[in-house]
């Protein structure tokens, strides 16, 4: 654990040198990391592939374009986000002025999962060190070619002193939540995520947390060809693997067969008759979640799919019927299972997602506006689709993240520099005039306050 105190240490002594309280300086950091990932595409790709057999395709947009577009829309956009904005102020103390200064936390700690083992730990990384702070980041021990990767691409070109990298396990993670952060930026489960705030309380730090949940998806609309493609595409990226793929759909009894069959079209359409053999396909993580996701299976009856392969860790695109009680139902799925459930309207549907906890993402495929007013007006989620499954993740423009079971906090673009950054309130006051009636003794000013505060 020595290295865990050490690279704790030396940023404690970066913050306090205040070397990246200079613009510049954040530029040249996110111009390193930025050389480093272009430079060594290829390695990261390799990574990915022997982790999750992620196709070079989806590492590509999902994980290593993603980042990159990220660190340059920080660069572009940094100084503009860390000038100090002017907002009004009460004419009771005229002559003032004030401000909003943004500035940074200090030292952040960044602890990413195993599904987007690149992406999910290099993001919130930008923002971090956009807005000034230093980072500790703790990649996931279950992607450990990326973890390795990771490490050996930043350690080359940045100075541990504003990134350092901490690999390991339970162990490794235990000893780093017991040291003393500004911030903590946390992206995984809820049974972790208490842990983590749990140990963040002890020093009252504040935390970012992106977890999960069962997000809904919706069909009440009449293309239910194109429907079905949009939520295969979402559904089965990565295998199933994301955080805000589609986890179930709820369908009317009458559209079901259609629906069915049209997802088995483009299954068949998007990696061929022999998904195993498709390059465009993945697997699962590992062998524990390979028999969680199995076990699913075996208490279905599936629709379509459920071939399984455990020597690769393979599980095929797969539609299963279910209802409120069955036991695919209980729990996030994380992987190439699709539910559909029966409902009858749209009203069904949305007490039906309200009996749950509030999703990391919710879809909802409806052609009526007064329909998509409702959605939107009556469903509380982190986010949110109308006709589509997970593109909101690719605009930099909206914050993402939960809400109640699914996360505190929201990043991405602009939002993740604000989430790093403290909002600073400053009051600027002149000598020129001042109003002794706010000053003691108070006799005989209360009602000329009251006139004027009834004015103001």
Request: charged content about 25%; overall charge negative; glycine content about 6%.
């Amino acid at each position: 654990m020595d290295k865990i105190t050490e690279a704790v240490q030396l940023q404690n002594d970066t913050i306090k040198s205040n070397e990246l309280l200079d613009i510049s300086k954040r530029i040249e950091l996110l111009l390193k990391l930025k050389e480093v990932i272009c430079d060594n595409e290829q390695r990261i790709v390799d990574a990915l592939k022997a982790d999750l057999n992620k196709p070079v395709f989806e590492s590509y947009i999902s994980e290593i374009d993603f980042v990159v577009h990220e660190i340059d829309l920080a660069i572009s956009n940094i100084r503009k986000w860390a000038k100090p904005q002017k907002v009004g102020s009460p004419l009771t103390f005229f002559p003032v002025k004030s401000y909003i200064y943004k500035e940074p936390y200090g030292k952040v700690l960044i602890i990413s999962p195993w599904n987007y083992p690149f992406q999910l730990l290099l993001d919130p990384l930008v923002g971090a060190i956009a807005a000034g702070n230093t980072a500790i980041l703790k990649p996931s021990e279950m992607a450990p070619s990326t973890a390795k990767v990771i490490t050996e691409l930043i350690e080359s070109k940045i100075d541990k002193k504003y990134i350092a990298v901490v690999n390991g396990g339970v162990e490794e993670t235990t000893a780093l939540l017991e040291q003393r952060f500004d911030y903590i930026f946390y992206t995984g489960n809820g049974h972790v995520a208490r842990i983590v705030m749990a140990a963040a309380a002890k020093h009252l730090t504040p935390v970012t947390l992106e977890l999960g949940g069962k997000s809904p998806c919706v069909v009440l609309n009449k293309d239910l060809d194109l429907s079905a493609k949009r939520i295969v595409w979402g559904k089965f990226f990565n295998a199933g693997q994301t955080c805000v793929a589609p986890d179930y759909v709820l369908i009317t009894p009458e559209a079901k067969d259609t629906f069915v069959k049209a997802c088995e079209k483009w299954i068949s359409y998007f990696y061929g008759k022999d998904v195993k053999s498709s390059s465009d396909y993945g697997r699962i993580i590992n062998e524990r979640h390979f028999d969680r996701l199995n076990s699913y299976i075996e208490g279905s009856e599936p629709l379509t799919g459920g071939i399984v392969d455990k020597s690769e860790k393979y599980i095929s695109p797969t539609l299963v019927s279910a209802d409120s009680k069955s036991s695919i139902m209980q729990d996030e799925i994380f992987g190439p299972i699709l539910p559909i459930v029966e409902i009858s309207d749209l009203s069904e549907a949305i007490s039906f997602i309200r009996t749950n906890e509030k999703p990391l993402a919710s879809y909802a495929f409806l052609d009526e506006a007064s329909e998509k007013d409702r959605f939107i007006s009556e469903v509380s989620s982190g986010g949110m689709v109308i006709n589509d499954t997970i593109v909101h993740l690719s605009n930099p423009k909206l914050p993402f993240g939960g809400v109640g079971e699914s996360g505190i906090g929201g990043y991405h673009g602009k939002y993740s520099f604000d989430l790093f950054s403290h909002s600073k309130s400053v009051m600027k006051r002149s000598f020129l005039f001042e109003n002794s009636l706010r000053y003691p003794p108070y006799q005989g000013k209360l009602d000329l306050i009251r006139k004027i505060m009834s004015i103001l």
